[in-house]
């Protein structure tokens, strides 16, 4: 292509030929009708996509704070005051919860420096809270003195019960195994979205 | 719009433009809300990637700690410091210092609610330390440690451990002394004969020489009492002394209960022996009770008695007063009164104490001045539990407190001033000064027999002074007197009485009338000055001193001036009223006040060191703060404190001897005779299994200053063999802090 002929392509007041449009036309439907599909796509499934990250990015948390927690937890049998290191009745030092909460699991823990001062214990509660579309997961610890704020964990719980906890055994405690279902029934088909389930398994460090 | 449509029609522009940016919007909106929720979560993953990293480096770092010590008995109270671990950077990971405590310690273990030894005694010069005597063999549950000797001399040698048949001591635990033990073999280094240590314990005897190390591992920790350190008491004064009590448990009378079966005492200051303030109804009680609280039984109080009997008299001796003594809550307390029937005393199977022990009651018995403890026999009984006293203050339990210093405040001689004029129907001006000046500013008053007959008489001029200032409640009165300034005319045989009237107190603070009758003063036409001793019957002396207990006794005092003056006399007459003989006039006198003066010498309240005064007991005339002789039952379930102090205590028989919280003292005496029924059994012991204080430490990691995980271990240092340093790890209480 000579220089020539671009100047006299340009000087020219002929349209794009026949061949010159099926051609650009044909170049812009390979390119437009995957991008289109795409942006379909993203459309039909952003839902999904944003809840298999809030998932993730929950379970992520939950397994952050939940090994942690249940590896302090005391045994069931400290004195001079028994109690239970980890039980699912009561909220220990932490205010009671609001009506519509659902209380999932508490763990108590001495502090090692004052063992037997009941006020120097820590309690972390995990609840289910009601929301308008649906359940989230709360974690808080408190002690006698101050309550800590709510933490957020999980979102779109399947249920009030979207996270159990069990002993193992149930006399000691020693292991405690733990799952969390998260389900958002807006989003269900979005991209496959139907639920996610995580499992964890928290071992106390106390004898 | 058809025109538009005509010339959007023919021209030539294309749409393409406006398509791409309308799909570029759409798509770049919903894709970048999909990354920008992405993007969060990849920002939250590595936060709480660096989080999990701190807590796993923190979690990493004191298991290193504890596998550090393992290996040793490092952690062991009496062990010296403790290492700190460093786990050092590592790529990310960061630098984690772990500190290692060695609870229980006496400098600031969490656990301080016993004694590294089970004794430790702090005397250092010649014949102090820790004695063995008699000719039986003693088990002593824990470690001991002298400042002095350990001595362990009469009575035959033992052929080994299990020989009950000798004068030998039995360590179950360290045993350590920086002078020299007694008997040994000569051989350099000291080797003892009749000192045996377990298996793993350590025995040494340095006969004089220098170790630092182990010097400070008998260090007299310090200990304050319940009511605060000896130099916080000793600074209190005499108010503060007692604000800490309330005035009204300054000797306060027992109570009757259970029937008139027991005395109930409650805490406070103590001058006076209980015996003395037992009420008549239940003075045969068996049992004397030193409740933890005058209220209730309600676990969670501590009971603190500072006894501080009179120089002379303070000797408290169960078999003089014939009495078993309980101290603590007695579990069958229910309200503020013990329920009928005592609790059970140790038996030979059972130590038991008649307390309740290990719980959050007790009592803490601060013996100062010269007061001291002493079990003669069996039929008199000893049982004491401590409690958890306030922890800002002490988390040692101990039961027994000799206070180590501190000086009672300096008496004083004081003259008490009226606090108001005073008061006659006889005496006139009332001018004078309130009792404290003698200025010559007189109050007269004329006697006289009276006419014939008597009529008119005034033989007896009173005196009345009141509103008298007051000394400080709980003063420990030891001289008080009226000294009246005066000058008298009068028959040369008319002595003058003086009498001076006010209420005094019996020994439970009650007001009662007394009177101390100053007779036998001549008249004196010089002023002068007359004393009448009050002291007699401010308080019966058997009672020991007079405890000031208010102006309730001394408000008002009437001095009245008192002669047998003569009326006058008609005589008799003859020759019709003529020749009359025999006639007199009344005879009179007078007498001039100048002042009148309430003398009162006291020792204000105030706490002080316990004294070391020899006494006979137990056939043994040593000083001591507790003797015990033959057939003793002493349970005393709390640490013993009193680092100026001795101890005698004598094992025999099947009567049980138990001082389950350890000794910490200047020099313990320790006779185990051959009666002794219970050769296996510790008289002095620490909590624990085996007599060896748990090896507890709490480690803490630190990572840029900051907390992040802390733990508390106990070391298992036997299997079933014996022993196996290291053998089991605990984990008692692990905490991760975010």
Known sequence: MSDTFVRERLADEEGMTLVELMISMTLLTVVLVPIGAAMLLSLVHSNGIRDRIADSSGAQLLSSYFASDIQSAGNSTSSPNPFVGVDTSGTGSCPALAGGDNLRLRVTTPSPDQPSTVS???????????????YELYRRSCTTSSAGNP???????????GFTATCNPIATCKTVNATVTMYNPKSVGSSGYTSSTFDFVGTRRTA | MSGWIQKRSRDEGGASLIAVIIFVTIFGVVTSAILQFAGTGLRATKAVREERTKLVSADGAIDGAINAIRGSKKGLPSEGPCPTFTLPAHGNDPEVTVTCQAVGTATGGIFDDQPIWAILSLGKASGQGINKLGNFHTVISGGIFSSKDITSNGGPNCKDISDDSCNALTIYGDALALGTCTPNTGATPVV??????????????????SDAEREARGQDPGYPSALGSPASLDANTAAEVITLFGSASIDPPGVCQAGNTVVRFQPGLYTEQLKNLVPAACASAATWWLAPSAA?????????????????????SLADDAKDVIGGRIATCSGAAVATGTPPWPTTTSGTPPCVDNDNSGVQLIFGGETRLTIKNSSNRLGICSGKPNASITNQRIVLYGLPSGTRPAAVANEIKAGSSPASTEFSPLTLSKSIIADNDFAHADLT????????????ATLTMSAFEDIPFGSTVTAASLEVVHKETAPATKPFTITATWKSMDKYGASVAAAQNCSGYTANPAVHTDTCNLLPTLQNPTFGPFVWKGLNGLNTVAVSFTSNLAAATAGTCNNGGKNCTGAAAAETATVDVDSVRLKVNYIPPGFEAHKAVSYSDCS?????????????????????????????VNVHNNNFTSFSRGVVVNTIDLNASASNKLPDQSPISLPGSGGTPPRIVLFTATINGKIRARARVQYIDKDASGEFIGYEVKVLEWQVLR
């Open chain 1, 151 to 161: 933490s957020l964990l999980v979102q779109n719980l399947s249920g009030a019960t």
């Open chain 2, 296 to 316: 209730t039984c309600t676990p969670g109080a501590v009971g603190v008695y500072y006894f501080d009997f009179s120089d002379g008299a303070a000797n408290w």
């Open chain 1, 120 to 134: 120097a214990r820590t309690t972390v509660i995990y609840y289910s809270h009601p929301t308008a579309d649906g």
């Open chain 2, 449 to 460: 027999g009276g006419l014939i007959g008597g009529v008119g008489a005034v033989k007896t």
């Open chain 2, 620 to 648: 043994d005339t040593g000083s001591a703060i507790f003797k015990s002789c033959n057939n003793p039952t002493t349970v005393v379930a709390g640490t013993v404190y009193a680092p100026t102090a001795r101890m005698l």
């Open chain 2, 192 to 209: 003892p004969t009749r000192l045996f240590t377990t298996t793993g314990g350590e025995l040494t005897c340095l006969a004089g020489g």
